[in-house]
């Protein structure tokens, strides 16, 4: 199956600013999920939302979703050194829960 | 939050061995798993399903016969790799869904380094 894209692949920015991170993907979505993994571990749940959601928040996370451009985007508000991550997109497409993963962001908060 | 934990988390291993790696789900039943190969610096790719009870099902280029899946109770799926060369050095990952493919979260095990010499 085809992989979703996702950019920047690397962005880099200043503690206390937004970072703001997309993915776009290819197929009809049941749901599309937001990981951050630190380096050398598994993957943490971000956010999920589902194909009929528009907008979703947690604490400082903020995920969008447009089905009809396939995309979505992650922003990450007050940024902290702490959030330095990959992150990466997944997309469950109608027919189960297997993700289909997009390339992923790095993100390097400088404090 | 559900926890699914990996064993082991490193392994070393010589060229021509079988390693297997193990993936449970600690507090919650898993009728499906997922197992993901990850290379440096790039994205997840899935290796196979795994479901309770029934034979894994297995992405397209993935070898059935060198990555064996077994997937016997709802808590525990294995995976494999036998004789395993240099290039299957990886990063191998594991999910689990602990609903039955209604499109909920995956819980991610913390990995496994595996490398081979």
């Known amino acids: 199956s085809q992989q979703g894209e996702e950019d920047p692949q690397a962005l880099s920015i200043q503690e206390g600013e937004n970072a703001t991170m997309n993915c776009s993907y290819k197929?009809?979505?049941?749901?599309l999920q937001w990981y951050r993994q630190n380096s050398g571990r598994g993957l943490v749940h971000l956010i999920l939302?589902?194909?009929?959601?528009r907008e979703k928040h947690s604490g400082r996370l903020r995920v969008t979703l447009d089905t009809s451009k396939k995309s979505s985007s992650l922003l990450i508000t007050a940024s902290r050194a702490a959030d330095t991550a990959s992150y990466f997109c997944?997309?469950?497409?109608?027919?189960?829960?297997?993700?289909?993963f997009g390339e992923g962001t790095q993100l390097t908060v400088n404090p | 939050g559900a926890v699914v934990s990996q064993h082991p988390s490193r392994v070393i291993c010589k060229s021509g061995t079988s390693v297997k790696i193990e993936c449970r789900s600690l507090?919650?039943?898993?009728?499906?798993m997922f197992w993901y190969r990850q290379f440096p610096k790039q994205s997840l790719m899935l290796m196979a399903t795994?479901?309770?009870?029934?034979?894994?099902?297995?992405e397209q280029g993935v070898e059935k016969d060198k990555f064996l899946i077994n997937h016997a109770s709802l808590t525990l799926s294995t995976l494999t790799v036998t004789s395993a060369h240099p290039e299957d050095s990886s990063f191998y990952i594991c999910?689990?869904?602990?609903?039955?493919?209604?499109?909920?979260?995956?819980?991610f095990g913390p990995g496994t380094r595996l490398t081979v010499t």
């Open positions: 997944g997309e469950a497409g109608t027919s189960g829960s297997r993700l289909t």
């Open positions: 939302i589902r194909s009929n959601e």
């Open positions: 999910s689990a869904d602990d609903r039955d493919g209604s499109g909920y979260e995956q819980y």
């Open positions: 507090d919650f039943q898993a009728t499906t």
């Open positions: 197929t009809s979505i049941n749901n």
């Open positions: 795994s479901n309770e009870g029934s034979k894994a099902t297995y």
